[in-house]
Every structure is written in C-alpha cells, then in structure tokens.
C-alpha cells in the first residue's frame, strides 16, 4: 500500500480544513506501515453515529486511489432528521476530503515515508 507520513498527511488535512469549513475535528492519527515506518492514517469522526471512519489508500489501487473505510456498528441507528442531516453532512466532508487526498498524492513523492534506494541497499548488504 502506498504511505504517506503524519507529517504530510496533517499539513494536506489542514489545507484542507482552511479551504472548508467543517474539518476541523479531523485528524491524523501515527499508523505503523508494513516495513515498520510510520505512516498517518486520517481519521474521521462522527457525532452522530458510533462507527468509526478513516481515509486510507486502497491496498491494491491504481496511482493513489484512495478510499473511505466505515466500520460497522453492532446496534441499530435511530436518529431525528435533524441528525440524519447532520450525519449527512460528516460523510460529505469524509466524501470530499478522500477526492482532496486522492488528488494531492497524485504523482507526490514522500521522502519520509519511502526509504531511499540507499537506504534499501545498505539493509541487503
């Protein structure tokens, strides 16, 4: 999977939250990546429901598709229509926020999450 630093990860979050109003109790939380670095995952929460949300790049994507990830609740969600309205629009910054990050990897080389081919070299000699 591709990876991208907190660092990286929390400078395109605050971008984000600065251009859009209503981000700002997203954040990014340390994700240790499969070669043992550490990688940002950006969390999403919600207020209006229990499950917990995240934005990641899909695993096995094509140049950085990223993807929104819900975890399931056990029990039923019963909301007014003004929280089902509010939730609505939880998901839609969630929904926004994945095309911003999925556009900002694009082609984005990070330095601090890819080992260098140096790096790489010295650990196989």
């Known amino acids: 999977m591709p990876v991208h630093s907190k660092k990286t990860l929390d400078h395109w979050v605050a971008e984000f939250a600065a251009a859009r109003g209503g981000a700002e109790a997203v954040r990014v939380v340390v994700q240790e990546a499969g070669s043992g670095r550490d990688a940002g995952l950006v969390v999403v929460p919600l207020e209006n429901a229990p499950n917990t949300v995240w934005i990641e790049p899909r695993p096995d994507g094509d140049e950085m598709d990223w993807h929104v990830v819900i ?6 969600l019963d909301l007014s229509s003004f929280e089902l309205n509010a939730l609505t ?3 839609q910054i969630a929904a926004e926020l994945c095309a911003f990050l999925q556009e ?5 080389f990070d330095s601090e999450a890819e080992p260098t081919a ?5 650990t196989a000699d």
């Open 71 to 76: 975890e399931q609740s056990d029990g039923v």
């Open 104 to 108: 900002k990897s694009l082609g984005y």
């Open 89 to 91: 629009h939880e998901l």
């Open 118 to 122: 140096e790096a790489e070299s010295s």
